[in-house]
Antibody, heavy 119, light 110 residues
Framework: EVQLVQSGAEVKKPGESLRISCKGS????????ISWVRQMPGKGLEWMGR????????NYSPSFQGHVTISADKSIGTAYLQWSSLKASDSAMYYC????????????WGQGTLVTVSS | QSALTQPASVSGSPGQSITLSCTGT?????????VSWYQHHPGKAPKLMIF???DRPSGVSNRFSGSKSGNTASLTISGLQAEDEADYYC??????????FGGGTKLTVL
């Protein structure tokens, strides 16, 4: 069974750093890209960026470029989303999702990680 | 890169058919046949319902169907059931290996 299991909820202060994770299982981790998707409270889904775990190539939505970093450790089948300096506006639910290629849909999703940034 | 436009809410009675719309541009919905639809029950992971405009993944009910005309894609749910009540999001491949989602439609089954 394909599974993407995300790390647990986080509560952080503005200015702090954070890395959340997404562990894939039940499939060849390097054969599929991983995307990250944000859902702010009461809002829709926003595509943030994606990584190809086979070579760690990334590309980002212009809205998120420079604000977050996506990485992956293929040796442990895990992708990451990280911030170097959180803002209150980063408070949201974050989902990871798997896709095969650029022409593929997001066919499996993680359960989501809730990030709360508050002083 | 703007979000795709979806109506905020749609409602229907059990057994009815409803259609959700998703409007983009020639750079996304109109330019590629890579539109997908996701069902999202709050607190759960989104679920792929339709991909490549009109294809259904294995296990998804044939009550769900998709289509596209120009820059607008549509999801039709026939024989509405209480369990269909959820948020529905469309997504499209866009240029330069990016993707865009719609703002979501809240479906209420009366």
């Amino acid at each position: 069974e394909v599974q993407l299991v995300q790390s647990g909820a986080e509560v952080k202060k503005p200015g702090e750093s954070l890395r959340i994770s997404c562990k894939g299982s039940g499939y060849s981790f390097t054969s599929y890209w991983i995307s990250w998707v944000r859902q702010m409270p009461g809002k829709g889904l926003e595509w943030m960026g994606r990584i190809d775990p086979s070579d760690s190539y990334t590309n980002y939505s212009p809205s998120f470029q420079g604000h977050v970093t996506i990485s992956a450790d293929k040796s442990i089948g895990t992708a990451y989303l990280q911030w170097s300096s959180l803002k209150a506006s980063d408070s949201a639910m974050y989902y990871c999702a798997r896709l095969y290629t650029s022409s593929s849909p997001f066919d499996s999703w993680g359960q989501g990680t809730l990030v709360t940034v508050s002083s | 890169q703007s979000a795709l436009t979806q109506p905020a809410s749609v409602s229907g009675s059990p057994g009815q058919s409803i259609t959700l719309s998703c409007t983009g541009t020639s750079s996304d919905v109109g330019g590629y046949n890579y539109v997908s639809w996701y069902q999202h029950h709050p607190g759960k992971a989104p679920k792929l319902m339709i991909f490549d405009v009109s294809d259904r993944p294995s296990g998804v009910s044939n009550r769900f169907s998709g289509s596209k005309s120009g820059n607008t894609a549509s999801l039709t749910i026939s024989g509405l059931q209480a369990e269909d009540e959820a948020d529905y999001y469309c997504s499209s491949y866009s240029s330069s290996t990016t993707w865009v989602f719609g703002g979501g439609t809240k479906l209420t089954v009366l």
